[in-house]
């Protein structure tokens, strides 16, 4: 059955190695029939969260007008949201984060979410696996305080230069999580 999933990117690096994980991602999901709509949050304005909790009352998600604007809808209407993204100083970057500060909105504005799968594609430069746990960590808890389900991960630590993921079967992985939506 065809899955309208949305993905949201975190990386200002076109050519690095969440972003090539993300393809494969997206190649495998569409071959599988899937529609897939790609938000890339670095190349985007999207402010943090300002906990106004006047979310919805403008007729849009967030009252203060920026990019997010753009990804609520879609996620609205999204059966699954995959969050792509390098790990940034042991934690989520900046340019994914405001994006995830805002799914608030649907919960202040009573916008029933629950139900979507969930997915993560996330790389570091360091080869130890726990440098993940800051992007995994309060994705899953994010997800389950929204009531969505995790269909998969793929943690690939040891990628820094663009290119590096080659040498790991990270897109492979992202590739297989197709599966699972």
Known sequence: MSKKIVVITGSPRKKGNSFAMTDAFIQAAE???????????????????????????????????????????AVLEADAVVFTMPVYWYSIPAQVKGVIDKLFSFVVGGRDIAGKACGLIACCEED?????????????????????????????????????????????????LAEKF
């Open 31 to 73: 071959a599988k029939g899937h529609q897939v709509v790609r938000f890339d949050a670095a190349m985007m304005k999207t402010g943090g969260c300002r906990a106004c909790e006047t979310c919805f009352q403008t007729g849009k998600a967030c009252s203060f007008d920026d990019d997010f604007n753009t990804i609520a809808p």
């Open 128 to 176: 130890d696996m726990t440098v993940l746990d800051g992007v995994r960590i309060p994705l899953e808890r994010s997800a389950a305080l929204l009531k969505w389900t995790m269909a998969g991960e793929v943690l690939i630590p040891g990628v820094l230069k663009a290119g590096d993921i080659d040498k790991t079967d990270g897109c492979r992985q992202a590739a297989a």
